[in-house]
């Protein structure tokens, strides 16, 4: 990468404007090995159950994005004493004792943020108001609203962001197990502080439990329990209390799936980084991948290696992994018998509506796709170069720029410092890891 180009990326990822930034690559690229990022979701919960916590903790192998310094900074707001160092993160935390944030609580355009910590505001018995950028203050959170209306605090929800007001007590939640995990996720980092003990009820169907899952994970890293008493029911006992700990923050499945899929087409590429017993739902990928046909060698030291291989499709649900949907979507276009997405309709409701997003630019390149509410099709197509719009989402940048370098073909993909959300690096991996010829612009 040139002097140029790195200053530009530099800033882009941390600026005003970085959104703003145009991505063209050639479509050339050698193949290496790239090591998988600092799981984005369970840094999150890292975070909030360290800023919970009484005393400091340590939480190693974190990775700055502009979701992950949401959160931190949200947890300062509630009193919360965060600092980084590098891949390290030092948290002084607030022993359960929250600070009435002075002023709007800022989530930038990260819904974990917001989700995961407004029952914390609904916990400190006076007004605290979130707030945030992009789609992010419209997106729904009618699940808290109905929750908190029978608990007596108040909920209300604009155009700027969200308000509670009022004293969150423990007791039997409700909660629709088909629109996020992150509303359970959210009850469940502060059920545990509260003076008695709560169960949480999931309506069926039940999507995204193995992120629920990593949540348990976390609390219990932490000292806190959630307890299943059946496939739908948690049990969080009364006034336990946060231990600080060291944490190790294991590789991101969302993000390796982007290089997995384009070894799975091409071969040449080498992934580490990746937790084999990892509860993550985004793990998914390499199931999905070895049922289209991929050839997947687990090295002895531990990286996995993809082999370029006639990829035949089939169908795969996105119920449990959402964020595989972009990617998966690329994927199919380059499966004999293409790919079909089912339970997809959460897309609509991220940083952009991404299956509307993706079906425009893959089009754009030429590719077949069609979908109705919650189905995607995706069929083999030939692509040719284009001029791509990122839509302001990550997801769809990254799956654009892997949609290139399989087919080959040149792209320009404005928009791309959007990229900062979740994996800042992401375009200098893909020059320094793989040797994609890539200018920032």
């Not at 899952?213 to 009364?238: H, K, M, N, P, Y």
Request: hydrophobic letters at 40%; aromatic letters at 6%.
């Amino acid at each position: 990468m040139s002097a140029a180009q790195a200053h530009s990326l530099q800033k882009g990822g941390h600026g005003k404007g970085g959104g703003g930034m145009r991505a063209e690559l050639t479509g050339a690229w050698r193949g290496g090995r790239v090591a998988a990022p600092p799981s984005k979701s369970m840094a999150h919960r890292a975070l909030i159950c360290a800023a919970l916590a009484q005393g400091e903790s340590r939480i190693e192998n974190i990775a700055h994005s502009k979701d992950i310094d949401a959160t931190a900074g949200a947890l300062r707001a509630f009193g919360a004493h965060i600092s980084f160092a590098g891949g390290t993160a030092l948290v002084r935390g607030t022993g359960g004792r929250l600070c009435t944030p002075q002023g709007p609580v800022w989530c930038c355009e990260s819904g974990s943020t917001l989700r995961f910590l407004i029952p914390l505001g609904a916990m400190c018995g006076a007004p605290v108001q979130f707030s945030g950028e992009g789609r992010l203050p419209q997106r729904p959170q009618t699940v808290y609203e109905h929750l908190f209306r029978e608990k007596g605090v108040a909920f209300s929800q604009s155009g700027t962001g969200v308000c509670v007001n009022g004293r969150l007590s423990a007791g039997r939640f409700c909660v629709d197990g088909g629109v996020s995990s992150q509303f359970i996720s959210g009850l469940l980092f502060a059920l545990p502080l509260l003076g008695g003990a709560s169960t949480v009820c999931v309506r069926p169907p039940f999507e995204s439990r193995s992120y629920v899952q990593l949540t348990r994970s976390a609390l219990a890293a932490f000292g806190v329990q959630a307890v299943w008493q059946d496939e739908s029911t948690l049990f969080v006992e009364e006034n336990q209390k946060y231990t600080n700990c060291n944490y190790t923050v294991e590789g991101d499945a969302s993000q390796a799936a982007f290089f997995g899929v384009l070894g799975a087409v091409c071969g040449g590429v080498r992934l580490t980084g990746l937790h084999p017993g990892s509860a993550q739902g985004d793990m998914a990928f390499l199931s999905v991948l070895r049922q289209a046909g991929a050839v997947i060698v687990q090295e002895p030291c531990g990286a996995l290696r993809f082999e370029r291989a006639c990829l035949r499709g089939g169908e795969a649900s996105l119920a449990d992994c959402p964020d595989l949907g972009p990617i998966l979507m690329v994927l199919g276009l380059f499966c004999e018998n293409g790919l079909v997405l089912r339970q997809a309709q959460r897309l609509r409701l991220k940083e952009s509506d991404r299956i509307a997003a993706m079906e425009e630019e893959i089009r754009r390149m030429g590719g077949r796709i069609e979908s109705d509410e919650g189905t995607v099709r995706v069929y083999k197509s030939a692509l040719h170069g284009a001029a791509l719009c990122a839509h302001n989402d990550h997801r769809v940048a990254m799956a654009m720029a892997v949609a290139a370098l399989a087919a080959g073909v040149p792209v320009s993909i404005e928009g791309a410092g959007c990229v900062e959300k979740s994996w800042p690096e992401f375009w200098q991996v893909l020059q320094a890891c793989l040797g994609a010829e890539v200018t920032l612009l």
